[in-house]
């Protein structure tokens, strides 16, 4: 017999994958349920014999309402992962229930209407316990009401937070939102958060994003954590197959996760790894994407020997088929591992990741000539794209990580791991649109490179009390290490048309050597510590992280031309204040670090090395929490410095700032009626500049309006219907600082629907839904270096989960 296991108080929640997906609307007359319980409390006196079998929480929950005559919904996904022991013998209805949910994280509660639901228990950390400080390997913070959004995320080297804890803006999306959305990559997921928005081309082979109106992902070493860690996420692009959820800090995340690779400052994106669940999982997720892409999704998970301490969780899926582009198709292989044992004071994991993409016919973004006027974009389904054309991505990944309690106030923990990309891919190169009438020029080449990743850190974590004062102090050392190796032949121009392409013959082009282009190493040791009174409702957190950057950069014969070595040290002060149980204010104050230039041959001064640049965030904000339903309002500004080439030298003598107004909320706003959305306001300003006349001007990329909104409700008239839709609005941009060339604005709407019920007993799910229901044509977004996108084609998505 299955016997739900109780949750710890810090992985309350935990959005396991097994268990029913059906909707139970037991639609009673709110008459017969005063009769039965009383529109605000349980009977307590009345006994009744119940024999109800043991099975899936939702499931049995569904049994008991019936038997007890009382109206109850929940959200389906709040139960997955539990199971009860049922229910036999005489009990009250109170009894009853709190047999039922014991254990669960759960409880019953009323509504206004007499009807009942399900919601996440608040539940008092013991006295050795931090909250925000996470014990375990594993544990998350919980979800929200409809399971789409968590309650907090990782902070990096400060563990996982409570969203009301946290001195920063954060959004943490889970496995539940992952599969409704039909997201195949953290690209798709991210399109629900209005801080963000992606740079990548629909159909092309990069996943890259602008977050609080600055880069992140655009170069050729991955820029994702993965289970907050730099040097393991695939270098390209991150499926999602094997996410369990996608968090998102905002801002600079030099102290918390230590300098990225490339060197973003608007954010850090964390991809927090699928781990074995508390009950056993065999899951099959069939898929199908216009006009021809095909997928399957096997998630298995187990937990073997004493106490059932270790556990395997293995996700495994393929993918081909032609795309809704024109003449391209296909193909992508993805199969992850997870292992981890959980002991009483040890606790480890091991993450193994193997992925394939291949494509016929990748798109690619397009540059615009100098004064030419930019041209109203084609249908999305339209490619200039040759149909010779391919590329293929090849990434592995490992991560070992572990941590030990030394005493119930002490745990030391260490990660090591990296990973390997392959890159080779024969197309035409970002065509330039030269005209009005969309005629573009493109260089075709043959084009490989190869990057090894390496990671290591360790650290501590300690808590203790000083007086009224209690300390949640944190110690770490990182080292990151990449080697990359890269090589291009080019062939002759090719000239084609945006709105009607030109096929051209394949040029014959030699296979390229990949000689080694550069070595980096970022280490360095960081210090934080969060003091904590008035029953935590102050806290204040200081930190620094001392960082030092190596670099070296190769010349074809393997002889090193430049060398780089510096250091900077990146504070943090962060504050939370709550004066109230469900509203939290905030500020932080923290920079960010980007890798220094060195003057170009081109420059008086060639050679000249230039310290790291130093962004500078100052954030101040409010949270509030509604129990179902959260919100934040933040307010930024975010400065980066820049090196320009002007009047022959190379100096440090470009800015750009972006001061901005977000407003994010996600949950449960009425039963079976669930949001995510946004607004931010961005004001982003070139405050200094090599070109005097650009000064002032708007930095590229970076729009004044970006809003989302995403909307599920419940069909009361249709056991287990959910309605599903979608909007997303990006204001005009810039691609060039001159600020002379400009992309519109556009909206696009998303629409689509799910089912859930049992057949053959079996929990089945089918989703369906329809990107760009309109098939707006649009350019969709800007890279930092001027290069722009089509939009997504009205694409329609189909799936079918079932569990075994």
């Known amino acids: 017999m299955l016997v739900a296991r109780p949750l710890f108080a810090d992985r309350l929640l935990k959005p396991v994958m097994r268990s029913v997906l059906l909707s139970v609307v037991l639609g009673l007359a709110s008459s017969a349920l005063a009769e039965a319980a009383g529109p605000t409390q349980l009977d307590a006196v009345t006994v009744r014999a119940y024999n109800i079998a043991p099975g899936p929480l939702g499931v049995t929950l569904s049994s008991f309402a019936v038997d007890a005559g009382i109206a109850l919904s929940f959200q389906p996904s709040i139960t997955e992962g539990l199971v009860s022991p049922g229910l036999s013998g005489s009990y009250s209805v109170q009894e009853a229930v709190s047999r039922l949910l014991e254990g669960s994280g759960l409880e019953m509660v009323a509504r206004s209407d007499g009807t009942w639901t399900l919601v996440v228990r608040r539940v008092t950390l013991s006295d050795t316990t931090v909250e925000g400080i996470d014990k375990r390997a594993d544990s998350l913070p919980p979800v929200l009401a409809g399971g789409q959004v968590a309650r907090g995320g990782r902070l990096g080297i400060l563990g996982n937070r409570d969203a009301m804890d946290a001195p920063f803006s954060v959004s943490s999306y889970t496995s539940t939102l992952i599969k409704d959305q039909q997201a195949v990559t953290v690209g798709d997921l991210l399109e629900r958060d209005s801080s963000v928005r992606s740079t990548g081309q629909t159909g092309g082979i990069v996943d890259s994003f602008f977050i609080r109106g600055f880069p992140v992902g655009e170069g050729n070493l991955g820029e994702l954590a993965f289970d907050g860690v730099y040097g393991v996420a695939s270098n390209y692009r991150v499926f999602t197959e094997y996410a369990e959820r996608i968090e998102l800090v905002k801002g600079p995340g030099a102290l918390l996760y230590g300098m990225s690779p490339n060197s973003g400052v608007g954010g850090v994106i964390n991809v927090v790894p699928k781990r074995s669940l508390d009950e056993d999982l065999t899951r ?31 996700n495994g899926s393929v993918q081909q088929g032609d795309t809704a582009i024109d003449k391209q198709s296909r193909e992508v292989g993805i199969g992850a591992i997870a292992l981890d044992y959980q002991g009483e004071r040890l606790r480890t994991t091991l993450d193994l990741i193997n992925q394939k993409e291949s494509f016929d ?47 119930d106030n002490l745990t030391v923990f260490a990660h090591a791991g990296g990973g390997k990309s392959d890159v080779a891919r024969m197309s035409d190169q970002t065509p330039t649109i030269i005209n009005e009438a969309g005629d573009t020029s493109s260089i075709p080449g043959y084009y490989k490179f190869e990057v090894q990743r390496y990671t290591v850190d360790a650290g501590a974590r300690l808590r203790f009390d000083t007086g009224p004062i209690s300390h949640s102090t944190a110690l770490q050392v990182t080292r990151y290490r990449d080697h990359l190796s890269r090589g291009i032949i080019s062939g002759p121009a090719i000239l084609s048309n945006i709105y009607h392409p030109v096929d051209r013959p394949k040029p014959a082009i030699a296979k390229p050597d990949t000689p080694k282009v550069s070595e980096s190493e970022l280490s360095g040791v960081a210090l934080a510590d969060t003091l904590s009174v008035l029953d935590e409702r102050l806290q204040v957190t200081l930190g620094v992280r001392q960082q030092n950057i190596k670099s070296d950069n190769y010349n074809a014969a393997g002889f090193v031309t430049t060398h780089y070595d510096k250091s900077k040290s990146t504070p943090l002060f962060g504050v939370v204040a709550k004066p109230w149980d469900h509203v939290s204010f905030y500020y932080n104050y923290v920079e960010g670090l980007s890798k220094g230039d060195i003057a170009p041959s081109a420059a008086a001064n060639a050679g000249e090395i230039f310290s790291p640049y130093v962004s500078r965030q100052q954030e101040v904000g409010v949270k509030l929490d509604y129990g179902s339903f959260m919100s934040t309002i933040a307010l930024f500004q975010l400065e980066k410095p820049s090196g320009e080439l002007a009047s022959g030298v190379f100096s440090v003598n470009g800015e750009q700032r972006n001061r901005g107004v977000e407003l994010n909320m996600a949950g449960e706003i009425a039963p079976g009626t669930r949001l995510i959305g946004g607004v931010t306001l961005l004001d982003g300003e070139l405050t200094r500049t090599g070109v005097a006349a650009n000064r002032g001007n708007k930095p590229v990329g970076v729009p004044e309006v970006q809003a989302n909104l995403w909307a599920e409700w419940d069909v009361p008239q249709v056991e287990g219907l959910t309605l599903t839709s979608g909007a997303i609005y990006t204001g005009s941009q810039y691609v060039n600082q001159a600020n002379t060339q400009q992309l519109d604005a556009w909206t696009r709407f998303d629409v689509g629907a799910r089912y859930a019920t049992r057949i053959a007993e079996r929990p089945t799910t089918f989703r369906a839904t329809v990107q760009n229901v309109f098939d707006r044509e649009y350019w969709s977004g800007v890279a930092s270096y001027g290069a722009f996108s089509q939009g997504a084609p009205r694409t329609l998505l189909l799936s079918a989960t079932v569990d075994f």
């Open 284 to 314: 099959f997720t069939t898929s199908y994407a216009l006009n021809t892409q095909l997928g399957g999704h096997l998630d298995v998970s187990r937990r073997f020997g004493e106490e059932r301490r270790f556990g395997v969780r293995v």
């Open 361 to 407: 016919a990748a798109s690619r973004p397009f540059l615009i000539a100098s004064g030419v006027e930019i041209p109203s974009a084609a249908n999305g389904r339209t490619s200039v794209s040759q149909e010779w054309g391919w590329s293929e991505t090849r990434d592995k990944s490992a991560l070992l990580g572990g941590e030990y309690d030394l005493n």
